[in-house]
């Protein structure tokens, strides 16, 4: 058992800041109950991803776009990899993206999302999730802006309109002949915060500072929340960007898929990551754009 904090968001952020806020300083890492998003939503949202990859294989494959960095639509199994990995993880997976109005001054950052034509419920499922999420996570920033002594709404305006991304992901069952390979091999986040739904199946598992792996198990419909790089380096590293995996199942579970639906929440593409200034010292890194930042760390996990 750990002290990663499971805080419910019904409270008044006053009230759960500081518990949210060590807990993110200490492991990366807090569940997060209570927070908004309809049961029903999640229940046709689950539905509706596992439709998707049980579609032919043929047929998921008229939706990949080479060149986007995966950034929309279907990226196949065995394409992504940690930074520093030698191998593939064992997934495959969909991304939805914000749709912006046309003429709008960010547009050219984030490319058009793409529908799968053979489910007719599918875009507005995951329209209406991503922006469930996308309330969600500004809350938890709120939250997150008390923590750290700012305003309570700092974080709006640097996420307005940003180029967050939301993941299906299916794990296959896992192979016999994937020895070497995990699910998901030990990375960190690139984004501002991950809000992560579908945890409650073991197997996600966050670094400690002791260098030992903790098992992250929320109750069944919370959230996994974590931070991501960016907002560490806005932080110079007092709230962690923590390593974590998605490891291997033994047993039966071995024989089923795995599904989870992450959205990465980013910053805007043109605001500057640079440390806040009661958290600068002589040791932060130099400002960088969101969106020069992110197409760095793309090339390195193989995306871009």
């Given at each position: 058992m750990t002290d990663i904090a499971s805080v419910s968001l019904a409270r008044p952020l006053e009230d759960l800041s500081g518990e949210l806020g060590r807990s993110f300083a200490e492991y990366g890492f807090a569940i997060v109950r209570d927070h908004g998003i309809p049961a029903d939503l999640i229940v046709r949202a689950e539905k509706m991803s596992r439709a998707f990859f049980d579609l032919p294989e043929e047929t998921k494959r008229r939706y990949h776009q080479p060149g986007l960095?995966?950034?929309?639509?279907?990226?196949?199994?065995?394409?992504?990899?940690?930074?520093?990995?030698?191998?593939?993880?064992?997934?495959?997976?969909?991304?939805?993206?914000?749709?912006?109005?046309?003429?709008?001054?960010?547009?050219?950052?984030?490319?058009?999302?793409?529908?799968?034509?053979?489910?007719?419920?599918?875009?507005?499922?995951?329209?209406?999730?991503?922006?469930?999420?996308?309330?969600?996570?500004?809350?938890?920033?709120?939250?997150?802006?008390?923590?750290?002594?700012?305003?309570?709404?700092?974080?709006?305006?640097?996420?307005?309109?940003?180029?967050?991304?939301?993941?299906?992901?299916?794990?296959p069952p896992v192979s016999p002949g994937a020895e070497g390979a995990i699910r998901a091999a030990a990375h960190e986040d690139i984004n501002t915060i991950t809000l992560l739904l579908g945890a409650e199946e073991a197997g996600l598992e966050l670094l400690a500072?002791?260098?030992?792996?903790?098992?992250?198990?929320?109750?069944?419909?919370?959230?996994?929340?974590?931070i991501g790089d960016m907002l560490q380096r806005l932080t110079n590293g007092h709230l962690r960007s923590t390593t974590h995996r998605v490891v291997n199942p033994s047993g039966p579970a071995a024989r089923r898929s795995r599904y989870s639906m992450p959205f990465f929440l980013h910053f805007r593409p043109d605001f500057l990551i640079e440390p806040l200034p009661q958290c600068a010292d002589e040791n932060a890194e130099p400002p960088i754009t969101a969106h020069d930042y992110l197409q760095q760390r793309l090339r390195e996990i193989n995306l871009a």
């Open positions: 960095g995966g950034a929309r639509g279907y990226t196949p199994f065995g394409i992504e990899r940690a930074k520093g990995a030698e191998v593939h993880d064992l997934k495959e997976f969909w991304h939805v993206g914000r749709t912006l109005p046309p003429g709008h001054s960010l547009e050219a950052y984030m490319a058009p999302n793409v529908w799968p034509e053979e489910l007719t419920e599918f875009r507005s499922t995951f329209e209406e999730l991503f922006a469930a999420f996308d309330r969600t996570g500004l809350r938890i920033l709120s939250a997150i802006a008390l923590h750290l002594e700012l305003e309570r709404d700092f974080f709006a305006a640097t996420v307005e309109d940003g180029n967050s991304v939301m993941r299906l992901l299916h794990y500072k002791d260098g030992s792996w903790l098992p992250v198990s929320p109750p069944e419909g919370a959230l996994a929340v974590n």
